[in-house]
């Protein structure tokens, strides 16, 4: 869609769900729905039940604060992933401390591999909150939303190049994360 | 030839990578939309209700502004004692006589005959007290003393005050002098 008409329907959706047009957020609402979810599934390790609860809360935020969301700044959907991240970070710290009080019981009723499994999607989960936001892009769009380095380089307006050596640095550090994060489980 | 670093990037590859686009299911996205409806139609209902309070305050405001009103346009004003006795000053020059005044004195009657029927008419047809006040001076100053004599069953109540009031004027001019 073009950007102008983009902004124009957003704004137009918009201002009929402040006035509570509920058939002008059906549309919006289903459209946006399975994106979203693969988003935060992806951000949160694969882990469904957390996944879950972080969509409720995000689709809760949104329709609180859509007097907020300005469609000449970004897409609906882009300002969504803003809020998924806010939530995401906010439920991490949440779910560290829950962590260390659950461990020793956990740690006598969780099978080995459950537990391995669970632990893996946490680190993912960390680390993809913890690296810099234009690495985090970068690895959404190669791994969740499947683009080739070229298709990420015109959708970005930058060279192949510059994305090849943006997804190296992206990687590396994800890598670097992850293992720092596996040392932190390790020592807790 | 893979390096080191690439088997790294296989890695990463299975960690990051996506089994394909999963969907939502279908319970969680029916209850998500359920609830945030629910906040759609309650900011309506809000809204409604702060119209409706809105149209409530202004149609009180318009009683209050209607009652505030009708009492100062409805109804003769009843003369004062305040405004009597401040109309009881001597004023320098006999006011004017009106229409029904013509008529009186077209009957032959002694000036001051007519100007006490004058005053009448003024405070009992129409209300207005400062014209009879005036009236009723004129007419004390070129009645006799019998006519100036206070008599309660002709003289009314201004008429009767006023009286009271030069008889106490003329008195005090009496002592003054000697």
Redesign the interface.
């Known amino acids: 869609m073009d950007p102008e008409d983009r902004v124009q329907r957003e704004e137009v959706l918009r201002r009929a769900?402040?006035?509570?047009?509920?058939r002008a957020?059906?549309p919006w609402?289903?459209e946006t729905?399975?994106d979203?979810?693969?988003y935060v599934?992806?951000r949160s390790g694969g882990r469904r039940d957390r996944a879950?609860e972080i969509?409720?809360e995000t689709?809760?935020t949104?329709?609180?604060h859509v007097r907020r969301f300005d469609p000449r700044k970004g897409s609906f959907r882009d300002w969504l992933r803003g809020i998924v991240a806010n939530v995401l970070r906010h439920d991490l710290r949440q779910h560290h401390r829950r962590l260390k009080r659950e461990q020793a019981a956990e740690k006598c009723i969780a099978v080995e591999s459950e537990y391995k499994d669970r632990e893996?999607q946490e680190r993912?989960a960390v680390t993809l909150g913890a690296i810099p936001e234009r690495q985090e892009a970068v690895?959404r769009a190669?791994?969740?939303d499947?683009l080739s380095v070229a298709e990420i380089a015109a959708a970005w307006k930058e060279s192949p190049k510059s994305i090849e050596s943006l997804l190296s640095r992206a990687?590396q550090a994800?890598?670097e994360y992850?293992d720092k994060e596996a040392d932190h489980v390790r020592t807790r | 030839m893979s390096g080191p670093d690439d088997s790294r990037d296989e890695l990463v590859d299975s960690l990051l990578g996506a089994d394909g686009r999963p969907c939502g299911n279908g319970r969680l996205r029916g209850a998500v939309f359920a609830q945030t409806i629910g906040v759609i139609r309650f900011r309506r209902r809000l809204k409604k209700c702060a119209l409706a309070g809105s149209l409530l305050g202004c149609y009180l405001a318009g009683m209050m502004t209607m009652g505030l009103w009708r009492p100062t346009s409805g109804g003769r004003p009843q003369p004062s004692t305040e405004h009597v006795a401040a109309n009881l000053e001597p004023s320098p020059l006999p006011g004017p006589v009106g229409i029904a005044d013509k008529q009186i004195a077209a009957e032959k009657m002694t000036c001051a005959e007519v100007l006490r029927r004058s005053a009448d008419r003024h405070l009992l047809d129409s209300g207005d007290v400062k014209r009879a006040v005036r009236n009723y001076k004129t007419f004390l100053e070129l009645s006799s003393a019998e006519q100036r004599a206070i008599s309660p069953t002709q003289d009314n109540w201004l008429l009767m005050a006023l009286k009271d009031a030069r008889s106490k004027e003329m008195k005090h001019d009496r002592i003054e002098q000697n």
């Open positions: 769900v402040l006035a509570g047009d509920e957020w059906q609402y289903h729905f399975d979203l979810y693969a599934l992806w879950d969509v409720q689709w809760l949104a329709i609180r893996r993912i690895l190669k791994y969740l499947g990687r994800f890598r992850y």
